[in-house]
T-cell receptor, first 110, second 115 residues
């Protein structure tokens, strides 16, 4: 069966510090991968999606970037965090249409 | 641009009753998919039900069913025999193939099921 992992589960970082969130999927190959952010009291906003290694589509211009160094690994990064980057970050994968979500990372920027 | 609107920020229903959550969307696409996701307090996103736009028949999953009105671009979720475990945020979402089936979410409806 397929499993999706995200880490860390919780992160507190100061403004201006770098960020690296990791997402890995097990039990499938060549999945579509997605990063979403959920700000407090709001819906989910698509940040990036990838349909293959080296193929990254960005939906919202901001100080975040994504990379897919391996088939089942998706990394969300920032060189300098802003206060507005606080939120709940969710990674998801799909084989076709339906998406399956990881447990999320709660990021607080102080 | 595709947009998804959920006009009910909060709703409540008594246990065993039926409740309907509203969702409207706007798109110029012809082939797309619609979803309802549930996010309980654990914050785990759980797929409740999906509907293909080319299918006229409304999707049903046990106590959950949808009323899909393609011309009106409406996609409501009906929960029958509500249970305490149905308490959660419910998100309506839209996806199409040209964007890798990335989900475009509404802002959500917070549903509280009371005893």
């Amino acid at each position: 069966s397929q499993t999706i992992h995200q880490w860390p589960a919780t992160l507190v970082q100061p403004v201006g510090s770098p960020l690296s969130l990791e997402c890995t999927v097990e039990g499938t190959s060549n999945p579509n991968l997605y990063w979403y952010r959920q700000a407090a009291g709001r819906g989910l906003q698509l940040l990036f999606y990838s349909v293959g290694i080296g193929q990254i589509s960005s939906e919202v211009p901001q100080n975040l970037s994504a990379s897919r160094p391996q088939d089942r690994q998706f990394i969300l990064s920032s060189k300098k965090l802003l206060l507005s980057d606080s939120g709940f970050y969710l990674c998801a994968w799909s084989a076709s249409v339906e998406q399956y979500f990881g447990p999320g990372t709660r990021l607080t920027v102080t | 641009a595709q947009t998804v609107t959920q006009s009910q920020p909060e709703m409540s229903v008594q246990e065993a009753e039926t409740v309907t959550l509203s969702c409207t969307y706007d798109t110029s696409e012809n082939n797309y998919y619609l979803f309802w996701y549930k996010q309980p307090p654990s914050r785990q996103m759980i797929l409740v039900i999906r509907q293909e736009a080319y299918k006229q028949q409304n999707a049903t999953e046990n106590r959950f069913s949808v009323n899909f009105q393609k011309a009106a671009k409406s996609f409501s979720l009906k929960i029958s025999d509500s249970q305490l475990g149905d308490t959660a945020m419910y998100f309506c979402a839209f996806a199409y193939s040209n964007s890798g089936y990335a989900l475009n979410f509404g802002k959500g409806t917070s549903l509280l099921v009371t005893p």
